[in-house]
């Protein structure tokens, strides 16, 4: 995961779940989640897809 100046809480090496795709026209953004492991909500974002890695 690339630096997000719009989700100011997330960091490189952070793990989220997709929850979910947004196109329009050729363009395309990543609604994602990441959750701590106590289950409570760290960050939610929407990202470019060249600012994520996908595994």
């Known amino acids: 995961m690339a630096l997000n100046p719009n989700v100011p809480e997330a960091e490189i090496g952070d793990t989220g779940t997709i929850l979910m795709l947004l196109e329009h026209e050729n363009n395309r953004a990543y609604e994602v989640e990441c959750v701590l492991p106590d289950a409570t909500n760290k960050w939610l974002g ?4 060249s600012q994520l890695q996908l595994v």
């Open 46 to 49: 929407t990202f470019e897809p």
